[in-house]
């Protein structure tokens, strides 16, 4: 929403700055894996290229999306390799040039000589410490972050008032995605007080998918309707796919019981049950179940 952040080139360039790895390891002990969807872990994430039953969605709007949204698949930025950093800024250094912008006294400045400082906004601690991680990668960019943390009921009221400019937040989806879509990244609401789009998306793609999404008439229709919007907010670089968990992690008495089959996308404790009798296999060095 903010005028430095109106180009996609620089959006897409902040994300050479989060490294995963690093991130994963030093905070989260190795549990999250990299999401390059807004629809990780799960059938609704687009991948690969378009498929046809895709483009019969996108191929109308060849001209308002980037090109390699119908020859490449999407990709976040690989932080795994030891150079990874350094091709990375490399890349990034790269779109800010070509969106204006050139570094003078170690900081990028516009055509105007006005220093790219952004303001990440955060009302926990675990928050703040991704992005002070992230802070630091963007330096190396000659990009300022200021990370402000504040309490979650001013989070609440600067988030209505839409007066942020970078913040963590988590979209959760159900396995049959319909009308909440529109509200996610429909342009309608975008600057409504308290709109749940909050990345600001004002795209009319977005708009007829979002508005295609609960008309639906079977799961493989469903299912790339909902991959055709994947790709197109991915590609916008309206927001940058952080994490996500592959698993629910568990620790439960060993009394306790639960179907072989589980949901696909939720913990059903609601199924569980108690049974007073240990297994006949448990024995002293078994550890804790995990599920």
Do not use: C
């Not at 119908?70 to 070509?98: C, I, M, W, Y």
């Not at 009302?123 to 309490?151: C, F, P």
């Amino acid at each position: 929403r903010r005028p430095y952040l109106k180009d996609a080139r620089v959006r897409e360039s902040l994300g050479y700055a989060f490294n995963f790895e690093q991130i994963n390891n030093h905070l989260f002990f190795g549990m999250y894996r990299p999401a390059e969807s807004f629809f990780a872990g799960s059938e609704l994430a687009a991948s690969g290229t378009p498929s046809a039953d895709e483009l019969k969605w996108l191929t109308p709007w060849q001209q308002e999306l980037p090109k390699a949204l119908f020859h490449e698949p999407f990709k976040v930025p690989d932080s795994r390799l030891a150079s990874g950093d350094r091709l990375n800024n490399a890349k990034a250094l790269t779109l800010l040039k070509q969106a204006g912008w050139q570094i003078k006294n170690n900081q990028q400045v516009n055509a105007r000589g006005e220093p790219l400082v952004l303001n990440a906004l955060v009302a926990s601690e675990e928050h703040e410490k991704v992005l002070l991680s992230i802070k630091d990668g963007l330096s190396h960019l000659g990009i300022t972050l200021n990370v402000q943390r504040t309490d979650p009921l001013q989070m609440v009221a600067r988030l209505r008032e839409l007066d942020f400019e970078i913040i963590l937040h988590t979209y959760r989806h159900t396995a049959s995605p319909g009308t909440e879509q529109a509200s996610f990244w429909g342009s309608e609401t975008v600057q409504q007080p308290g709109t749940r789009n909050l990345s600001g998306v004002h795209s009319p793609v977005v708009d007829q998918l979002t508005n295609l999404i609960p008309s639906a008439t079977s799961r493989k229709e469903l299912l790339s309707m909902v991959h055709a919007l994947d790709r197109v907010l991915l590609w916008g670089h309206y927001s940058l796919p952080l994490w996500y968990s592959p698993s629910w992690n568990v620790l439960y008495r060993d009394t306790l019981r639960h179907p072989v089959i589980t949901p696909l996308y939720a913990l059903d404790l609601t199924t569980w049950w108690h049974e007073t009798e240990k297994p006949p296999t448990a024995s002293a060095n078994d550890g804790p179940n995990h599920h």
